[in-house]
């Protein structure tokens, strides 16, 4: 998908954050962007053995580390070593995007130019913010909001008293009332007498053919997107936190909690009120049951249920009277 940029940001260069860098005197920090992604002026970070694998391949030329794992790095990839990286992190990131940590109000909203959308049908009270793009014979809703630089596809159903921002969605989509997508997400870090704002700079990919029900909440990624594959179903209440993948044709019941940064495949199943914990993978064709708690990663075509979740035959076993 075309790169948009939802928040201001600034040019710096890398001297000004890091005077001792051994990069050259001109170079222009880009951006801030995951080992997996990160390019030749990029800065990324590297916190937990869990991403040694990405860590081993990054072309990023800059990374924020600790000293026990600056050993996985390429040798060409500069090593900032540092006792905490996620505070680290956010420190550069609101350097480089100032305005990142708090959702400000979207001033530019207004009722929309039906000149400009001739083919999309607006109920009342629609607010469009600036360079909002819409496909062709897409719905929107009584009250809502779609914010600055939203991309919506063709054919899409977006209902009533929804908020969408900082979010990139695909053709024939539905989202039903009273959504949320694309706010900033529970992203602090805790600090003597305070929490420290983390910033969010991601973004929401819905891809094509998705359907959400109502009342769900759908947080853009800190530093990486958060996604949600094709053909997948929400169902009612489900919260979708930063970073997590969703993959495609997935079914996902009322009221499931994903934390942050967790990956889950294709054609996964997953029962009501069950939560699955941060940077998680959970496999293709995996099944969960619902309330179920998942604290571990799941291997493809598994079936697992209870807390913490465990394979079905082990759970049926425990549970024999």
Same mark, same amino acid.
């Given at each position: 998908?075309?790169?948009?940029?939802?928040?201001?940001?600034?040019?710096?260069?890398?001297?000004?954050?890091?005077?001792?860098?051994?990069?050259?005197?001109?170079?222009?920090?880009?951006?801030?962007?995951?080992?997996?992604?990160?390019?030749?002026?990029?800065?990324?970070?590297?916190?937990?053995?869990?991403?040694?694998?990405?860590?081993?391949?990054?072309?990023?030329?800059?990374?924020?580390?600790?000293?026990?794992?600056?050993?996985?790095?390429?040798?060409?990839?500069?090593?900032?070593?540092?006792?905490?990286?996620?505070?680290?992190?956010?420190?550069?990131?609101?350097?480089?995007?100032?305005?990142?940590?708090?959702?400000?109000?979207?001033?530019?909203?207004?009722?929309?130019?039906?000149?400009?959308?001739?083919?999309?049908?607006?109920?009342?009270?629609?607010?469009?913010?600036? !360079? @909002?793009? &819409? %496909?062709? *014979?897409?719905? +929107?809703?009584?009250?809502?909001?779609?914010?600055?630089?939203?991309? /919506? =596809? $063709?054919?899409?159903?977006?209902?009533?008293?929804?908020?969408?921002?900082?979010?990139?969605?695909?053709?024939?989509?539905?989202?039903?009332?009273?959504?949320?997508?694309?706010?900033?997400?529970?992203?602090?870090?805790?600090?003597?007498?305070?929490?420290?704002?983390?910033?969010?700079?991601?973004?929401?990919?819905?891809?094509?053919?998705?359907?959400?029900?109502?009342?769900?909440?759908?947080?853009?990624?800190?530093?990486?997107?958060?996604?949600?594959?094709?053909?997948?179903?929400?169902?009612?209440?489900?919260?979708?936190?930063? !970073? @997590?993948? &969703? %993959?495609? *044709?997935?079914? +996902?019941?009322?009221?499931?909690?994903?934390?942050?940064?967790?990956? /889950? =495949? $294709?054609?996964?199943?997953?029962?009501?009120?069950?939560?699955?914990?941060?940077?998680?993978?959970?496999?293709?064709?995996?099944?969960?049951?619902?309330?179920?708690?998942?604290?571990?990663?799941?291997?493809?075509?598994?079936?697992?249920?209870?807390?913490?979740?465990?394979?079905?035959?082990?759970?049926?076993?425990?549970?024999?009277?």
């Amino acid at each position: 998908m075309k790169t948009i940029n939802f928040f201001n940001k600034k040019k710096i260069k890398i001297k000004k954050i890091y005077p001792k860098s051994s990069l050259k005197e001109n170079f222009i920090l880009n951006n801030i962007k995951p080992l997996k992604t990160a390019e030749k002026y990029d800065l990324s970070f590297f916190d937990s053995l869990r991403y040694k694998d990405d860590a081993t391949k990054t072309r990023a030329p800059i990374c924020i580390t600790k000293k026990n794992l600056s050993k996985y790095l390429p040798s060409k990839t500069e090593k900032i070593i540092v006792t905490n990286v996620l505070v680290e992190l956010a420190r550069v990131l609101k350097l480089l995007y100032p305005n990142a940590d708090i959702d400000y109000p979207d001033f530019s909203v207004k009722s929309p130019n039906k000149k400009k959308y001739p083919s999309v049908k607006f109920s009342n009270n629609v607010l469009i913010g600036k !360079n @909002v793009r &819409i %496909g062709r *014979n897409s719905i +929107i809703g009584s009250n809502t909001i779609v914010e600055h630089d939203v991309v /919506i =596809g $063709n054919n899409c159903v977006i209902g009533s008293n929804i908020i969408i921002k900082n979010s990139i969605i695909g053709n024939n989509v539905v989202i039903q009332d009273n959504n949320k997508i694309g706010q900033k997400g529970f992203g602090f870090i805790p600090q003597k007498n305070m929490n420290m704002k983390f910033p969010h700079i991601g973004k929401v990919i819905i891809n094509d053919n998705v359907e959400i029900a109502t009342g769900c909440t759908i947080d853009r990624g800190s530093v990486d997107d958060t996604e949600i594959g094709k053909n997948t179903y929400l169902d009612n209440q489900v919260h979708v936190a930063h !970073n @997590v993948k &969703i %993959g495609s *044709n997935c079914m +996902i019941a009322g009221q499931v909690g994903f934390a942050g940064s967790s990956t /889950i =495949g $294709n054609y996964v199943s997953i029962g009501g009120q069950a939560g699955v914990s941060g940077h998680l993978k959970i496999g293709n064709n995996v099944k969960i049951g619902g309330g179920s708690g998942v604290v571990n990663d799941v291997e493809d075509n598994q079936t697992v249920m209870g807390y913490p979740a465990v394979p079905l035959r082990e759970f049926l076993k425990k549970n024999e009277r």
